[in-house]
Structure formats: C-alpha cells, structure tokens
T-cell receptor, first 113, second 114 residues
C-alpha cells in the first residue's frame, strides 16, 4: 500500500449529514494536509495539521491527527451539495530540499440534496 | 492576484509527438512543483524547481520527460515522443519559498495521447 491512503474510497450522504473521511500514511511526517478537487479542476487546499497537533478546526471542517497510528480524519459537518468533490490527504515529509507532498488516491464524496 | 495559471488546459497529441505544458506560478512564488494524476488516482510528485534550478526530480521518468523554470517566463514540462500511457492530468503548484508547505495548484493540463 502507498503513503496517504484514504478510506472509504467513495462516500454518499444526504445533505445536512456529517461526512467522515480517513487517511493513513506510512512514514514520519511534518504535517498532513487535506485538499479538495472538484471534477475537472485543480486542487484547493483545505486545512493543514502539524505533527505536534492533535485536532484542528476551520469552519465546518475538523481534522484530527494520530501520529501513533499514522492516521488522520477529516470531518465535514452539516454537509451541503456543494461539498460534492474528491478529497485527498497529503503528507508532507522529508527534510530540506527533499521535502514533498505525497498524496493518497482520494475519496469521492457525493452529497445528495 | 491571479492564481497559478497553466496552459493549455487540454492538449491532444499523437504518439511520437512532443507535448509542452506551461505553468506560471502565483506572483511572488519562486518554487514550482509538477504532479501527474492518472484517472481515479491521486497526484504523484514529479519534479520540484526553483528559478533556473531543478531541486528534486526524483518523481520524473528518466526518459522523455524534462522540466525547466527559466529566469524569465513560465515553467515548462516537456514530454518527448509521447505514448498513450502519458495521457493524464498534469498539475502545477507553486509556493512562496522552501519550507512553505502549503501549495497553490493550477487548474491542470489534460493530456490525451491518441
């Protein structure tokens, strides 16, 4: 398996429900980031959590990080149809010039109106 | 303040032709990253450049692929003698400096090789 794997691979929920997406990674990281990608578009940065943080909030987003389990979760509360997109976690690891983002395969979220 | 710009947005090439993908980073950003995204996959790092320097090309195939970021003008990802397996979306991202972990992505170039 590769760095930054998300689960589930696809999630379908009703508008107003919460969506929880999980991500696992393999090597040590400096931080973990979540991005959103609408169909046919580029990625939009959502939130970054550092390796010494356990939880972070931004609007309707809540992200947690468990470095002992090498996992993170993204919670979107009170989902909206406009949240329909693919969501990727990306781990930032390495040092100096070799630092890079490693992306997972993504989770496709469908929010039914 | 314009975001990261990429052109063309769509590119069709026949096998054996060359593909040139351009990326203009955000104003004030001197670090550029290229990624490739295959259908139903996440983004795979290809190369990291600063002005006139390739910093990390560990994700780039050794053959047929090259990248540059000249002192003036956009960053170019060049694929020579394209094959069908090169069909993918190629994304460019920029950041203001090393250690700035948040990257700003362009809309991507969708390359289709016939």
């Amino acid at each position: 398996s590769q760095q930054g794997e998300e689960d589930p691979q696809a999630l379908s929920i009703q508008e107003g429900e919460n969506a929880t997406m999980n991500c696992s990674y393999k090597t040590s990281i400096n931080n973990l980031q979540w991005y959103r990608q609408n169909s046919g578009r580029g990625l939009v940065h959502l939130i970054l959590i550092r390796s010494n943080e356990r939880e972070k909030h931004s609007g309707r987003l809540r992200v947690t990080l468990d470095t002992s389990k090498k996992s993170s979760s993204l919670l979107i509360t009170a989902s909206r149809a406009a949240d329909t997109a693919s969501y990727f976690c990306a781990s930032w690891g390495g040092t100096g010039a070799n630092s890079k983002l490693t992306f997972g395969k993504g989770i496709t979220l469908s929010v039914r109106p | 303040n314009a975001g990261v710009m990429q052109n063309p947005r769509h590119l069709v090439r026949r096998r054996g032709q060359e593909a040139r993908l351009r990326c203009s980073p955000m104003k004030g950003h001197s670090h550029v990253y290229w990624y490739r995204q295959l259908p139903e996959e996440g983004l795979k790092f290809m190369v990291y450049l600063q002005k006139e320097n390739i910093i990390d090309e560990s994700g780039m195939p050794k053959e047929r692929f090259s990248a540059e970021f000249p002192k003036e003008g956009p960053s170019i990802l060049r694929i020579q003698q394209v094959v069908r397996g090169d069909s993918a979306a190629y994304f460019c991202a920029s950041s203001p400096g090393q250690g700035k972990e948040t990257q700003y992505f362009g809309p991507g170039t969708r390359l289709l090789v016939l």
